[in-house]
């Protein structure tokens, strides 16, 4: 069975870091993509940032791109999300989630992962 559990969430001001965590296990996959998603209310679910199990490759959307850095330990099966100089916009519920790669590549499109946790709520203030 596939589990994943996000914790780290919080409420921080403007300027301030978090470190989401993603606790994975089950994922029935030798080699996979782990990315992390976020929604905020109103809004549509959209991909933020995904690694590669094998290689460690990563993607970002432009938005996060050199506030957030995705990491895994693959020792722990946990899944990390460094996220720096964060915005009021970054305010959202983050979730975690697993899928197969594409043709040895990782994507952060919602539709090519399988697994998803719970979610965990992030609120930046200003």
């Known amino acids: 069975q596939v589990q994943l559990v996000e914790s780290g969430g919080g409420s921080v001001q403007a300027g301030g870091s978090l470190r989401l965590s993603c606790a994975a296990s089950g994922l029935p996959y030798s080699r996979y993509c782990m990315g992390w998603f976020r929604q905020a209310p109103g809004k549509e679910r959209e991909g933020v940032a995904a690694?590669?199990?094998?290689?460690?490759?990563?993607i970002y959307i432009k938005s996060v791109k050199g506030r957030f850095t995705i990491s895994q330990d693959n020792a722990k099966n946990t899944l990390y999300l460094q996220m720096n100089s964060l915005k009021p916009e970054d305010t959202a519920m983050y979730y975690c989630?697993?899928?197969?790669?594409?043709?040895?590549?990782?994507?952060?499109?919602?539709?090519?992962?399988?697994?998803w946790g719970q979610g965990t709520q992030v609120t930046v203030s200003s």
């Open positions: 690694i590669d199990s094998g290689d460690g490759s990563t």
């Open positions: 989630a697993g899928g197969p790669t594409v043709g040895s590549v990782c994507y952060i499109a919602l539709e090519l992962y399988n697994y």
